[in-house]
């Protein structure tokens, strides 16, 4: 009976430990993107970086010819099954656009 015990227990046990890992996933893929090798200042267009990430979460006209351009990849997972919250992880990346042509990018990751 005492074996009986263990496996239900290690059963549960694995169950609550798969079951906090669940991410939930929204916006663009950020987490394997690498702008200092992916974007060309001055070469790299914004129709390149659309059909890498998808279309931008948010779009700000300055000009004529110039554009701010932002994705974000959010990543919320549950915190433990104690506390029974959530934590949240925010990445951005911020690109300024001259004529369709990358000007200057900034990215912010969780923890960096």
Same mark, same amino acid.
């Given at each position: 009976?005492?074996?009986?015990?263990?496996?239900?227990?290690?059963?549960?046990?694995?169950?609550?430990?798969?079951?906090?890992?669940?991410?939930?996933?929204?916006?663009?893929?950020?987490?394997?993107?690498?702008?200092?090798?992916?974007?060309?200042?001055?070469?790299?267009?914004?129709? &390149?970086? *659309? @059909?890498? =990430?998808?279309?931008?979460?948010?779009?700000?006209?300055? #000009? !004529?010819?110039? %554009?701010?351009?932002?994705?974000?990849?959010?990543?919320?997972?549950?915190?433990?099954?104690?506390?029974?919250?959530?934590? &949240?992880? *925010? @990445?951005? =990346?911020?690109?300024?656009?001259?004529?369709?042509?990358? #000007? !200057?990018?900034? %990215?912010?990751?969780?923890?960096?």
């Amino acid at each position: 009976m005492d074996r009986m015990k263990r496996i239900v227990f290690s059963c549960i046990g694995l169950a609550a430990l798969f079951g906090c890992s669940n991410v939930t996933h929204t916006g663009a893929d950020l987490s394997s993107f690498n702008p200092s090798s992916e974007i060309v200042k001055g070469e790299t267009t914004e129709q &390149q970086l *659309v @059909s890498q =990430l998808g279309e931008p979460e948010r779009t700000e006209s300055r #000009s !004529d010819s110039d %554009e701010n351009v932002e994705w974000i990849d959010t990543r919320t997972q549950p915190s433990s099954a104690q506390t029974g919250g959530t934590t &949240q992880h *925010v @990445s951005r =990346l911020v690109v300024d656009f001259q004529d369709g042509v990358v #000007s !200057d990018y900034s %990215e912010s990751k969780p923890g960096g």
